[in-house]
């Protein structure tokens, strides 16, 4: 892609994180459930209206690698909402304080794509074995994802301690300042758990673009386009989270099967549609189980019906 390109989907960039920010300026109440899910559907609509205009230029090969990459970051993302939603409660910071960290925490996490993206395409143009590497990668990811996540305690991250042992610490929060006389608030302490976090989540989903793009174009916008939404679909979902129950099994199952796909690219070609309908297949699947209810919720739905059966002629 043309460096006008680049700048361009940058200007776009600073546009809509500008309009997000305009929105929410000055509001002192916690984003509210409507606005939430509002801003989620624009933030998803330009997600595939970019898929749009990819497909109509570059063709539907592109078009499909980019909805793949978007629709992979984007899962993995609602599932990493759960450890900032044990973070922020760690930290104890109060909803409208919440939004201020999660927008600097993405436009962080942002910039750390772009890097991590860059150095992986660098590795990946000098380095034929790298992609192996990165598919054993993916495959050790799905079998960690097996088992329950936690998020990282506050004292075992190690940044954290070095910017508690460097930077004096205020004991309560100033507003929504992270610095205040020279001292950093709990604020800014939530902001670098969030960063450092989000860089280990990183080491999982810049090396998932790569099972079905090198484009660095792809790869970066693709996530990009999928981290922007965040911190709306962080209020819509802070509520019912736990109802996806079954997405982390889903998202260790994607991990596997697209690790194996890395590993085994010289045997196994797949078309970028085929890629992404699996992708969809596996992803539409979890988030479906997740979505029906429990054998004790269907339980406790049919007892008081059953107590009204029991109770006629």
Not at 93 to 100: D, F
Not at 137 to 153: E, H, S, Y
């Amino acid at each position: 892609m043309s460096l006008w390109n680049w700048v361009a989907f940058h200007a776009l960039i600073l546009v809509l994180l500008a309009v997000d920010l305009g929105m929410h300026r000055g509001g002192r109440n916690a984003t509210s459930l409507r606005s939430a899910a509002i801003w989620s559907a624009t933030w998803i609509a330009v997600g595939f209206l970019f898929w749009w205009l990819l497909h109509e230029v570059r063709g539907p090969d592109v078009g499909a690698e980019f909805l793949s990459g978007y629709l992979i970051e984007k899962a993995l993302s609602v599932d990493n909402l759960f450890v900032f939603a044990l973070i922020f409660a760690s930290f104890r910071v109060p909803p409208e304080l919440q939004r201020r960290v999660l927008f600097w925490g993405i436009l962080g996490a942002l910039v750390m794509r772009g890097i991590m993206i860059g150095a992986g395409v660098y590795l990946v143009s000098r380095l034929d074995w790298i992609l192996y590497l990165f598919g054993a990668m993916l495959v050790l990811t799905g079998l960690r994802m097996c088992k329950r996540r936690n998020a990282p305690a506050a004292e075992e991250n190690a940044v954290l301690r070095w910017v508690k042992n460097v930077i004096p610490v205020t004991a309560t929060y100033e507003g929504s300042r992270f610095f205040v006389h020279g001292a950093a608030t709990p604020l800014f302490l939530t902001l670098v758990a969030i960063e450092t976090t989000d860089v280990l989540f990183a080491l999982d989903s810049v090396p998932a673009v790569f099972a079905v793009t090198t484009d660095p174009f792809i790869a970066y916008t693709s996530n990009a386009l999928a981290i922007l939404g965040l911190r709306s679909l962080y209020f819509l979902l802070v509520g019912g989270m736990r109802r996806l129950r079954h997405l982390e099994t889903g998202l260790a199952a994607l991990m596997i099967v697209i690790g194996v796909k890395m590993l085994l690219a010289d045997v196994i070609h797949l078309r970028p549609s085929t890629s992404l309908l699996l992708i969809g297949l596996v992803l539409g699947a979890s988030i479906g189980a997740s979505l029906v209810p429990s054998r004790r919720a269907r339980t406790k739905a049919v007892a008081p019906v059953a107590v009204f059966l029991t109770m006629l002629p």
